[in-house]
């Protein structure tokens, strides 16, 4: 995790797989973790903000009362929700004036064509912020025989040495877990 810049202000970017094979208990748990996230960041800094993105195989920013609404039945392309956040960073979120944090939610699941084009924005994000958290929902639950292709990215990213966290939520108590992984790798810095 890097170490905070002097900046009292924070930007936290969370974005949403909203895609078909994301049910509302994954949902419920993303939003859980999305919520303690934030209320801890919040006591960190005097002044955060806040951006909300969904996807599935496009990208569109919400206000916070309608992110937990959105849904959509087509397939996912994470770069999508990747290059939106990126350019709400360039817009709005300068790292060198912000501590920008990132937070993504998703099954895992993602556009085999889109792996090169979400592991290149995705790192972009992970070298420019603070900290990049990627919380896979379902995670253990689904008894997977291997890591996803995002799990997988998330994995390169982390071994690259950039600031990068992953979760798997399953339960309530992995988003706990999730959260104090967090707040202990931050206070390592």
Not at 40 to 65: C, M, N, P
Not at 158 to 168: I, P
Request: hydrophobic share 40%; net charge negative.
């Amino acid at each position: 995790v890097k170490r905070p810049s002097p900046a009292t202000s924070a930007a936290v970017i969370f974005a949403l797989d909203v895609s078909g094979s994301m049910d509302e208990a994954q949902r419920r748990l993303a939003k859980q973790f999305f919520f303690f996230a934030l209320q801890g960041i919040r006591r960190q800094y005097a002044k955060v903000e806040t951006v909300f993105l969904a996807h599935a195989a496009q990208a569109w920013e919400f206000d916070e009362s309608q992110f937990f609404q959105a849904s959509s039945s087509g397939g996912t392309v994470t770069s999508s929700v990747a290059r939106l956040a990126l350019e709400v960073m360039e817009r709005r979120y300068d790292p060198s004036r912000y501590n920008v944090y990132f937070f993504y939610a998703s099954d895992g699941e993602n556009a085999a064509e889109d792996r090169d084009e979400a592991r290149a924005t995705l790192a972009d994000i992970a070298g420019q912020v603070n900290y990049s958290g990627y919380c896979e929902t379902g995670g253990v639950a689904t008894f997977r025989p291997r890591d996803t292709q995002l799990a997988e990215i998330f994995s390169e990213l982390k071994t690259s040495g950039l600031a990068v966290g992953t979760s798997h939520l399953a339960s309530q108590d992995d988003v706990w877990n999730a959260i104090r992984e967090f707040f202990t790798e931050q206070s390592k810095e």
